[in-house]
């Protein structure tokens, strides 16, 4: 504060505005401790950025590799079981029909059994242990005439149509998990 005279025995005090803007005691800081500041907290920031990188850089290949490895897996056993079903439906087919040509010939010798037959015997395992079907499973001789083949082929299907419900479902929970 300056004091000012303006006439005599009279004073004037005016506060210089200036001073108490310069005044600021809350802490003490000088620029260089401020530099050293601004340097930790922009390593700090660089640091946390460079270690979450490193950690994607490592962790991100692997987790593409399992899924893409998953995937391969999946595709393989829905190739395999493709297959499985079209040769248990053209087994079924060819031994429906030497089964029909046995029935309109002479007869003179026994009637074919699919037991032992690649198809069959592949399809047996799959087949249900309660309900109609559940006989040609343990059966020891299995001829292909029009009720028998109705329901194999009626099994087939079924067996098709669980194991594409099977992957709609594997699929649904692969797309859930990643959503």
Request: proline share 4%; hydrophobic share 35%; glycine share 8%.
């Amino acid at each position: 504060m300056t004091s000012h005279s303006t006439s005599p025995g009279r004073t004037e005090c005016r506060v210089c505005l200036l001073s108490g803007a310069l005044e600021c005691n809350d802490q003490d800081m000088d620029g260089a401790m401020m530099g050293l500041m601004g340097t930790v907290v922009g390593a700090s920031a660089v640091g946390v950025a460079g270690v979450a990188r490193s950690v994607a850089d490592t962790m991100l290949p692997g987790m593409v590799e399992k899924t893409n490895h998953r995937h391969q897996l999946s595709l393989h056993l829905h190739s395999q079981r493709h297959e499985a079903v079209q040769r248990w439906r053209t087994g079924l087919a060819d031994a429906r029909d030497v089964y029909r040509r046995w029935a309109s010939g002479p007869r003179d010798s026994e009637a074919p059994n699919v037991v032992g037959d690649e198809w069959f015997e592949a399809l047996r395992p799959h087949l249900p242990t309660a309900g109609e079907t559940a006989k040609y499973r343990t059966a020891h001789e299995v001829h292909c005439d029009n009720p028998t083949v109705m329901l194999l082929s009626l099994e087939i299907g079924r067996i098709e149509k669980e194991w594409a419900e099977e992957a709609k479902g594997r699929q649904r929970r692969l797309r859930n998990r990643r959503g």
